[in-house]
């Protein structure tokens, strides 16, 4: 074999070692794992798209995530959820579509839910490597106060719930580490219901 051919085959076994290698790396458990859960709740499919850390022994809330700082509410890309149908969060009508949800843990009283546009990440708001939070907050799309709910039973890993209740109002829950929080979002089912009814009450032409 001559050095012409020797260096092209040592150039394909190098592409083939390391093809391989990034195979097998991106097929390597993840820190924090991908997730979704969803429901149909009334006419809405309620989506949620995040990534699942781990306690690890840690002390998440007031450390790991220090109160008054907005987190991501998951780990890696933003984590997103999505309405198939207008919904109601906190009294305010929010229009069909995907948003990325953030929460602010507080030390003392109600935490704060935020649903901004897609794609946006507490990151968009850093400045000083410190989030803006006022800008965060008069940006968002809507903004709701929940109220924490300690657990004895603590979650290794953070998890998603959504609960159809009447299937009309869902619930939406976060729950990690020895801490529940719960969203309620009103999917409008009466309102669909009459909008349906009066296009078959419709006379015909």
Known sequence: MNLKNSLTLFA???ALVIGTQTQAQSEMPQPSPAASVSQVVGFTKISIDYSSPGVKGRKIFGELLPYGTTWRAGANAPTKITFSTGVKIGGKDVRPGSYSLMVKPMKNGDWV??????GKSVYNYMKD????ETKLASEAVVSVKVKPQMS???MERL???ISAGDNKTATVM????KVWLSME????????MKRIEAAFQQPEN
């Not at 839910?113 to 897609?118: D, N, S």
């Not at 490597?129 to 803006?132: E, F, G, S, T, V």
């Not at 979002?185 to 669909?192: F, L, P, S, Y």
């Open 174 to 177: 976060l729950g990690w580490d």
């Open 12 to 14: 394909f076994l190098i």
């Open 129 to 132: 490597n410190k989030i803006d």
């Open 185 to 192: 979002v009103d999917t409008k089912a009466d309102q669909n």
């Open 113 to 118: 839910v935020y649903l901004h546009e897609e």
């Open 152 to 154: 004895d039973y603590a």
């Open 159 to 161: 998890a998603y719930m």
